[in-house]
Nanobody, 117 residues
Framework: QVQLVESGGGLVQAGGSLRLSCTGT????????MKWHRQTPGNQRELVAT???????TYAEFTRGRFTISEGNARNTINLQMNNLLPEDTPRYYC???????????WGRGTQVTVSS
């Protein structure tokens, strides 16, 4: 069974940094696309950053060069380095992964980020 597990969330002061990780297990297939999303209760989930199997990355405008998505050392692992965090960066962060063999992406359960002002 494929699982995505996020880690690295926590409490940080505004201006600080956090590094999130997401690891996919339960499959020998390398994911084509992995993404970070975030969601505040009562709001829609929004896309933060994307990385493809070729290493191509894209970012939401609100990251403004503060966030960097990258592949981790382990297979099907990605990281999200977040610098100069703002109080509005507080939502819960989720990882997703896509493969051609499945019409719907896999989702993790998320990791909470709290930025205090």
């Amino acid at each position: 069974q494929v699982q995505l597990v996020e880690s690295g969330g926590g409490l940080v002061q505004a201006g600080g940094s956090l590094r999130l990780s997401c690891t996919g297990t339960g499959t020998s297939i390398k994911f084509d696309v992995m993404k970070w999303h975030r969601q505040t209760p009562g709001n829609q989930r929004e896309l933060v950053a994307t990385i493809t199997w070729t290493g191509t990355t894209t970012y939401a405008e609100f990251t403004r060069g503060r966030f960097t998505i990258s592949e981790g050392n382990a297979r099907n692992t990605i990281n999200l380095q977040m610098n100069n965090l703002l109080p509005e960066d507080t939502p819960r962060y989720y990882c997703s992964a896509e493969t051609p063999q499945r019409s719907e992406p896999y989702w993790g359960r998320g990791t909470q980020v709290t930025v205090s002002s």
